[in-house]
């Protein structure tokens, strides 16, 4: 953000609409606190090479913070505004009462450096909650150590490469993702170490098979992993899931299942109730 310079923002109910940006409110002078007298003996500022005398910050009340950001904050579009396109999300939409123990003290006061000896009612739900996901998902074990989707990607790509590795494929670098995936999904599987060759898919979004058939077969030799969203970006189930899954098995790679979507699944199947994925993110 510069001085000077609104923003130009797109309302789900309107057209562009230009918006004053924070410095254009600002008023010199204005102030969002007032701090009272100090009550404790001066002390000398750091040295003046490490100051920074022409900081440009805007001045403004504290009310006038709090408006500007929450009348753009109304240009958002998500799901409580409208439809929210993304299908594999919208199937995990969780129920807002679902969240509530979240704000329980019991649950959000613990502080984060507690010692193991008063934690143990957080061990213990800890240990069931993976019991319960390793029973649902078929999976040996559950990482909870991801605290996002990306965060969930990221591992689950450097656990495959851990895999390649001790295997003595560490030179499998190449991640297989279809055009259709999760805009996180290269991004993750670069970050990972490794290079991305797109899959193409057809006009409904399923991952088109004699493509990846031939690209698996071309890159077999490098070929890490797929990343695949089961069920997809468009909210449907890849009917080839399972022959898309061997192409990868079969040349010794690992299938990577992506997207918030296991609630899709639960009660009709499982990743590891088929040939389907090696490692996902939920």
Known sequence: MTNNASTTTSSPLSAKIVEPTIFDLSSPGRTGVTMPASDVPETALPPKELLRSELPLPELAEVDVVRHYMHLSSFNYSVDSGFYPLGSCTMKLNATTEMIPVTWPEFGNLHPFAPLDQTEGYQELFRRLETWLNEIT?????????????????????????????????????????ASAHGTNPASAVMAGMDVIVVDTDEEGNIKVDDLRAKAEQYADRLAALMVTYPSTHGVFEAAIHDICEIIHARGGQVYMDGANMNAQVGLTSPAASPTASTRSA
């Open 138 to 178: 078929g999976f040996a074990a559950t990482s909870f150590q991801p605290n996002a989707g990306s965060q969930g990607e990221y591992t689950g790509l450097l656990t495959i490469r851990a895999y390649q590795k001790a295997r003595g494929q560490g030179h499998r670098d190449l991640c297989l993702i279809p």
